[in-house]
């Protein structure tokens, strides 16, 4: 599952990208896909519940404002929560200069008065989980890189295709993927 802060129009245009890369070379890819019309909360429960399940990967696509603390309760902070809740791994990747991602709270935040958002990243995206680099990759690239990264053991192996879990994802080269 891909997970990403809103309203990254050229950031979330790249991920789609990747998952149509991930999804023609057999990788099983969940996305939740916003429009007008869309239940975003369902979609995004049912990918998370179906994370859960498989013990999938959550690609977190970390902008600098990646896991900021906000009204809704379908955001990336929301994501990287539940990861931490059930112990999920979690992919960290880099798409801008600024990283780990330092979401914003201030005391005038209006939801994040104490820094909550920078202490999750803290313990879920923690130095010692290096990120794979996004920045200047194609979608191929980034599609192989993502590929080579799960691990074997996260793999979903039923129906004979390994799965990929995103939730809105950048562009992969697809040169990289055999």
Excluded at 90 to 100: A, G, H, K, Q, S
Excluded at 107 to 123: I, R, T, W
Excluded at 125 to 152: F, H, K, M, N, Y
Aim: glycine share 6%; hydrophobic share 40%.
């Amino acid at each position: 599952m891909v997970s990403a802060s809103a309203d990254r129009g050229p950031v979330i245009t790249h991920m789609r990208a990747v998952q149509e890369c991930l999804i023609s070379h057999n990788y099983e890819v969940l996305m939740v896909h916003v429009g007008a019309g869309a239940d975003v909360g369902q979609q995004t429960m049912a990918c998370l519940g179906r994370i859960k399940r498989e013990r999938g990967v959550i690609l977190a696509v970390c902008t600098q404002d990646y896991a900021e603390v906000t009204a809704s309760q379908f955001s990336s902070y929301r994501h990287l929560r539940f990861a931490l809740d059930n112990s999920l791994e979690v992919l960290p990747l880099r798409v801008e200069d600024i990283y780990p991602p330092e979401p914003p709270w201030s005391e005038e935040h209006p939801y994040d008065q104490n820094g909550s958002g920078q202490a999750l990243v803290g313990m879920k995206i923690p130095p010692s989980l290096v990120p794979l680099d996004c920045r200047g990759r194609t979608a191929v690239q980034i599609a192989s890189d993502i590929a080579e990264r799960l691990s074997i053991e996260k793999a979903e192996w039923s129906s004979g295709r390994p799965a990929a879990h995103l939730f809105e994802m950048p562009e992969i080269p697809l040169s990289r993927i055999q």
